[in-house]
Structure formats: structure tokens, C-alpha cells
């Protein structure tokens, strides 16, 4: 269980277009998803935490503008790069979390390669 | 000081050694302590999670050391398989459940 399921997994766009990026929970409902973006050679940093029915909340330094996260229901949240330039090519994972583990443990996705050109 | 801040590596060992991997963290009230492996260009996924008094997996060993704010993953016998980047992971504390990912060890195990 707690499959976790994330679409596309590879995206190459122009720069000035916008990407859509999908994440699922397949087998259990996730009351909280992340979402992380990890360049080559760093670690994952967190850039925002959504939670089903509400604003997201972003970390510092992540523009909420230019990264739409819409978390519509308790299996699907979408992050949305905004006019992407190739700055933002990167490695965006998303986990889901779920509800009353001690841990919390999250599960990741696979993840989404995005290179803009 | 870094949130998490891991050995910078990398590491080359042959198979069947023992290795050692060390974590700091800096928030003295993070609650939940966790290993990642990751592999090349894959998500991370859960290793183990790293409890007060110690715990084994196998050949995987993580202990955690409060008062110095400190975790360590041991791996005896090492595999080839088990060449990865391990992510020392450390959750924000309270009813903060974001995770703070250090930047990662990354071991290779040679024949």
C-alpha cells in the first residue's frame, strides 16, 4: 500500500510555457501533500506544503505566483510552473502523508524531471 | 549550523565492509528522526526510522543520541546493491510534520 503516483516524469518545454505537474495517492487518501524540488547534487528542499481544501502553504524564498499548487481532493495535488525558464529545471517530488501514523510518514513519488529549454 | 547536516563523502567500500554514516541535526525540539536511501535520479525512499533506544533492521543499525543532537546509520556486510545516497531526515518538531532532508552520503560498493 501507499502507492504514490506522480505524472509526467519527464517534461521538456520552451522557456515562457507553463507545466502542469500531477501527484496522486493510488491506495489511500492523503489529507497533506509536499512538494519538494531537488537540483543535481543538493538535497530535496521542501517548497510547499498542501493540505486538501486549502491554500498551500510555501516556504520562504518560493514564490507562490509562480508555483500554483491546487490540492482539490484527497488524492490529487497539481503544482504548476508558471511561465518555467530554465533556472527551474529540476528534479519535483511529491509525497503524501498519511493521516493518524505517529510519524506522519510521507510517501514520495517518483518524481518529475522538468528541463526547460 | 546547517538544519541536517550529514558526512560529505563520498564513500568507497568494498563488499562485505562496514560503514558509518553520521548525522547532525539542529533543531534540539525535531521528534521524528528517519534514513533514506536514494538512488540515482529516484525518489528517496524510507530506510528506517531511527528510535531513542536504538534500532536494527538486518544489517542496518541506527542510533540517535538526543543530548548531541546526533543519528548514525551502520551497515555491516555491505552489499553492492546497497550503493545509494542515504538522506538523513529529521521532521520540523511538535506537530510540525515537515521534513528537513540533509544533503545526502553517497556510498558506492565495489566488487
Not at chain 1, 499548487?69 to 498519511?98: G, K, Q, R, W
Not at chain 2, 536504538?54 to 553492492?80: C, P, V
Not at chain 2, 510534520?97 to 544533503?103: E, P, Q
Request: with cysteine; aromatic share 12%.
Amino acid at each position: 500500500g501507499a502507492v504514490v503516483s506522480q505524472h509526467p516524469s519527464r517534461v521538456i518545454c520552451k522557456s515562457g510555457t507553463s507545466v502542469k505537474i500531477e501527484c496522486r495517492s493510488l491506495d489511500f487518501q492523503a489529507t497533506t501533500m509536499f512538494w519538494y524540488r531537488q537540483f543535481p547534487k543538493q538535497s530535496l528542499m521542501l517548497m510547499a506544503t498542501s493540505n486538501e481544501g486549502s491554500k498551500a502553504t510555501y516556504e520562504q524564498g518560493v514564490e507562490k505566483d509562480k508555483f500554483l499548487i491546487n490540492h482539490a481532493s484527497l488524492t490529487l495535488s497539481t503544482l504548476t510552473v508558471t511561465s518555467a525558464h530554465p533556472e527551474d529545471s529540476s528534479f519535483y517530488i511529491c509525497s503524501a502523508s498519511t493521516p493518524g501514523t505517529f510519524y506522519n510518514e510521507q510517501f514520495f513519488g517518483p518524481g518529475t524531471r522538468l528541463t526547460v529549454l | 549550523r546547517k538544519e541536517v547536516e550529514q558526512d560529505p563523502g563520498p564513500f568507497n567500500v568494498p563488499e562485505g565492509a562496514t560503514v558509518a554514516f553520521n548525522c547532525t541535526y539542529s533543531n534540539s525540539a525535531s521528534q521524528s528522526f528517519f534514513w533514506y536511501r536514494q538512488d540515482c535520479r529516484k525518489e528517496p525512499k524510507l530506510l528506517m526510522s531511527v528510535y531513542s533506544s536504538g534500532n536494527e533492521d538486518g544489517r542496518f543499525t541506527a542510533q540517535l543520541n538526543r543530548a548531541s543532537q546526533y543519528i548514525s546509520l551502520l551497515i555491516r556486510d555491505s552489499k553492492l546493491s546497497d550503493s545509494a545516497t542515504y538522506l538523513c531526515v529529521v521532521n520540523g518538531g511538535g506537530s510540525n510534520y515537515k521534513l528537513t532532508f540533509g544533503k545526502g552520503t553517497l556510498l558506492t560498493v565495489n566488487p
